[in-house]
């Protein structure tokens, strides 16, 4: 069984800086993408930035880009989220998910960190 385990959430003011780690657990996966999506109370799962092992690409959400920066260790299916600049509006339930390799959407998800921005 796999398993994703999210860390480094927490609360911090707005302007200010976390980083979030997902690491991956169980039996061995091969993955093609990995990903962090969040959730905000009332709304719905949204993507945040993924990336890409086999074009060794990245992609962000317009909301997060040049705040947020996803990087990953492709070998051990871990991922992480240089979170700077935060904002109130990335308050929320943060999640990594992964895609696994020959298969279409996102087979695997963790359970979870929250993250909370005052102002």
């Known amino acids: 069984q796999v398993q994703l385990v999210e860390s480094g959430g927490g609360s911090m003011q707005a302007g200010g800086s976390l980083r979030l780690s997902c690491r991956t657990s169980g039996r061995a996966l091969i993955t093609s993408r990995m990903a962090w999506f969040r959730q905000a109370p009332g709304n719905e799962r949204e993507f945040v930035a993924a990336?890409?092992?086999?074009?060794?690409?990245?992609n962000y959400s317009d909301s997060v880009k040049g705040r947020f920066a996803i990087s990953g260790n492709n070998a051990k299916n871990a991922i992480y989220l240089q979170m700077n600049n935060l904002k109130p509006d990335d308050t929320a339930v943060y999640y990594c998910?992964?895609?696994?390799?020959?298969?279409?959407?996102?087979?695997?998800w963790g359970q979870g960190t929250q993250v909370t921005v005052s102002s």
């Open positions: 990336v890409n092992w086999i074009t060794r690409s990245t």
């Open positions: 998910a992964g895609q696994v390799y020959g298969q279409n959407g996102w087979s695997y």
